[in-house]
């Protein structure tokens, strides 16, 4: 059994920083693609920043150069650094994880949950102007 819990969510002022932390059990955690996504009220979910089991890292263009993507695999746990939040950053954040969904193309395109295999509940996150 997989399972994915996020953690770090929380409420800031624009500018600020925050860092998601996603706990990952069950599995080898080591061969699985990751990504991050969002989902803002009253719209579809997105790709936030994806990294392979090779290291290889993909971003969305709104968050690049503020956000960075990074696991330690002896610890099963992704993680995603928010710097210079803006209130346009607020949404739920889940991370997700799969064999075969890798690369950022592929994880740009998906705005449907049942695309990767694993998902956490998501962390909620809330920036203030």
């Known amino acids: 059994q997989v399972q994915l819990v996020e953690s770090g969510g929380g409420s800031v002022q624009a500018g600020g920083s925050l860092r998601l932390s996603c706990e990952g059990s069950g599995y080898a955690y080591s061969m699985y693609c990751m990504a991050w996504f969002r989902q803002a009220p009253g719209k579809e979910r997105e790709g936030v920043a994806a990294l392979d089991s090779d290291g290889t890292t993909g971003y969305a263009d709104s968050v690049k150069g503020r956000f960075t993507i990074s696991k330690d695999n002896a610890k099963k746990t992704l993680y995603l650094q928010m710097n210079s939040l803006e209130p346009e950053d607020t949404g739920m954040y889940y991370c997700?994880?799969?064999?075969?969904?890798?690369?950022?193309?592929?994880?740009?395109?998906?705005?449907?949950?049942?695309?990767?295999?694993?998902w956490g509940k998501g962390t909620s996150v809330t920036i203030s102007s």
């Open positions: 997700a994880a799969d064999f075969r969904v890798c690369g950022w193309a592929m994880v740009a395109a998906i705005h449907d949950p049942s695309a990767m295999d694993y």
